[in-house]
């Protein structure tokens, strides 16, 4: 018994502990936890010590005292405010708001197809994807009758079929064949069917957007990567007569022969392919992978197994080809594409599979109860409306469904409708995805609640935006617009802005020594009044631009080094230096004593100066204003 009392008073403490406050600002407590989470994310591997800890909760006190006045003046209900952070709230959302287990697996999934190449062909039976149930029966009925016309009684081969049943119009040309694929290039239940079904078998009616397919699995291969090739052309074109057909074979047969002999490929390509976009570039295309490139051109490209291995000419519907290998590249890693593959599969109809799966999740967590005398009653008189996209709202207080005991009313459906309508809408379907999208509404609002990560993250974007607003009003702008008062805190420090010794000269750069003492000559004749820099400057240029550059300005000790390096009196300087390849002459013309700088010569610095300024005099007020209380000895439990 006392070791269970014991353990009790421990668990106690810990829950004491994790909850003591290391700041009290009026009435506001700040928990341990919160500062922790600030101070460690900014100090990974600093050296904790109580100095350093003090001044770092001075730091956020200064914070937490300008975020408690923004709160005050109401800041944080200003529509621009709230507007901002929902903005924020969503898209910190978003990877909450996911069932990862589903996702990873679809993602495993991607890899795993992608890794593989499927060789298909198929026969489609268009229905439309707002087709009627009988519609549909008859379509599917058509595909199982196929099917059984090719397995069960062999009346028909599947080409035969595709060319004489199937709705995709390419059939008649390549009797369904559609060549290698992989992952992503079909819609995902077509894809499915191809990588499920084995090799020289037809899958069973397959429903896709654009109907029914049956799929027969050719071959299925390693992936291949991706190739970049360099071709050599011959056009022929579609439905190219006999005499044609030869006089491209023969072109390019008479190139094979260049190349055998040793000319380079990229001249033979430059000089003789007929396909001039690529031509002008030795015949080099972009890189490709599967699925890209017509089948005869793909298959070609990708037995060729060395760099610089040359094919043998082939023949493709444009013309005639060879094609010379340039890069290959292996199929990368998953790691390699776990970004990439998760933006397709966001894209990708894979993105809808994972919404269905969030919602189920959702479903699982939370009670959802239908009301489905109250949903009939409604839909007994709006369904004819949504259908017409003409639907106006009903003042309908019921309960419709309820989550986790939180009720949803007809009226909020009601907006929903009236929101997303359109001719052709189905109000059964408008539900569902109302029901699920205030499912989803109702887990983001418990994500504060679930996930204290986020309920910290959103903190911390919230007092962000409040702190940015309120400083720029009460210091960024302010130094920057009140000249009245800019004015008056440079009168009042004119002594923190002087000048130090300056010297105005003119530094001459000389391409080479023979230009540096021409332009020296050139100095003295301005000194005289005869010309200026810019005369000398186009007599010296005018053969080559970069012979002389002139720079003037009024140099300070440190600013250059060759001007440091003369000394500071008026005149042309007596050494031509050469420095970084180029010849100096330093001409000086006035050396300046320190004094004071104007305003407009310090407005950079002053403004700078006026804002800490203000900030320390605003800190100062928010000190008076609200009770500060930091509690050290919570603050130093954090010294290890």
């Not at 709230?89 to 795993?112: G, H, I, W």
């Not at 079904?197 to 799929?215: A, D, E, Q």
């Not at 094609?323 to 998760?342: A, Y």
Request: neutral net charge; aromatic residues 10%; glycine residues 6%.
């Amino acid at each position: 018994m006392k070791k269970v009392g014991l353990s009790i008073l421990l668990g106690a403490f810990v829950l004491i502990s994790n909850a003591q406050d290391v700041l009290t600002i009026a009435d506001d407590n700040i928990s341990l936890e919160e500062f922790k989470n600030v101070f460690y994310k900014n100090n990974h591997n600093a050296d904790i010590s109580a100095d350093y800890l003090n001044e770092y909760m001075e730091l956020f006190v200064k914070f937490k005292l300008k975020v408690r006045e923004a709160q005050e003046l109401g800041l944080d209900t200003i529509p621009s405010f709230v507007n901002e952070l929902d903005g924020y709230r969503k898209q910190l959302a978003k990877p909450y708001l996911k069932n990862e287990e589903f996702d990873e697996n679809m993602l495993t999934e991607a890899y795993e197809r992608i890794s593989f190449d499927v060789n298909a062909s198929h026969i489609l039976i268009a229905v439309d994807e707002k087709a009627t149930d009988d519609e549909v029966k008859v379509a599917e009925q058509k595909a199982i009758t196929i099917k059984k016309d090719i397995v069960q009684y062999g009346r028909l081969s599947f080409g035969d079929a595709a060319k004489q049943y199937s709705d995709d119009k390419s059939a008649v040309s390549n009797r369904g064949e559609l060549g290698f694929f992989t992952a992503f290039m079909m819609v995902y239940d077509f894809e499915t069917a191809a990588y499920t079904t084995k090799i020289g078998k037809i899958s069973n009616p397959v429903r896709t957007k654009y109907g029914f397919h049956l799929v027969k699995v050719n071959d299925k291969r390693k992936a291949v990567g991706q190739v970049k090739v360099a071709h050599i052309m011959f056009k022929t074109g579609q439905g190219a007569d006999e005499n044609k057909l030869n006089q491209a074979k023969e072109k390019i047969n008479k190139a094979l022969q260049l190349l055998n002999k040793g000319e380079d490929f990229a001249d033979v390509a430059e000089r003789f392919s007929e396909d001039r976009s690529t031509a002008v570039k030795g015949g080099e295309l972009p890189a490709f992978g599967v699925g890209k490139m017509v089948p005869e051109f793909e298959n070609n490209a990708f037995e060729l197994k060395n760099i610089g291995d040359i094919s043998v000419p082939f023949r493709t519907e444009y013309g005639w080809h060879i094609i010379k290998l340039i890069e290959k590249e292996e199929m990368p890693s998953f790691d390699e594409l776990k970004v990439e593959l998760k933006r397709k599969i966001e894209r990708d109809s894979r993105g809808d599979l994972s919404k269905k799966a969030l919602y189920k999740k959702l479903n699982d967590i939370y009670k959802v109860i239908n009301k489905p005398a109250v949903y009939t009653s409604f839909r007994k008189g709006a369904a004819n409306s949504v259908a017409t996209g003409t639907f106006e709202k009903l003042n309908n207080n019921k309960t419709l469904v309820t989550i986790d005991g939180m009720s949803v009313s007809v009226n909020k459906f009601s907006e929903y409708i009236l929101a997303y309508q359109s001719v052709g809408s189905d109000i059964d379907a408008m539900y569902i995805d109302f029901v699920n999208e205030e499912l989803l509404a109702y887990e983001e609002s418990k994500l504060e609640e679930k996930y204290p990560e986020y309920k910290a993250l959103l903190q911390e974007y919230r007092e962000g935006i409040l702190l940015f607003d309120l400083t720029n009003k009460k210091v960024w702008t302010k130094a920057v617009e009140d000249t009245l008062g800019l004015q008056a805190f440079y009168d009042a420090n004119k002594s923190n802005y002087t000048w130090e010794k300056r010297v105005d000269a003119t530094i001459y750069s000389c391409i080479d020594l023979t230009t540096a003492k021409k332009v020296k000559r050139e100095i003295y004749k301005k000194h005289r009044g005869t010309i200026t820099n810019a005369d000398i400057l186009v007599k010296i240029n005018k053969d080559d631009a970069l012979s002389l550059q002139i720079e003037s300005n009024k140099f300070v000790k440190g600013a250059n080094k060759n001007v440091d390096a003369i000394e500071w009196k008026t005149g042309i300087s007596k050494d031509i230096v050469l420095e970084n390849g180029s010849y100096i002459i330093i001409d000086v013309h006035e050396v300046l004593a320190s004094g004071k700088k104007e305003l407009s010569e310090s407005r950079g610095k002053v403004i700078s100066d006026y804002q800490t300024a203000l900030e320390n005099d605003w800190i100062a007020s928010l000190k008076a204003k609200y009770t500060v209380t930091i509690h050290t000895d919570v603050l130093h439990s954090l010294i290890k």
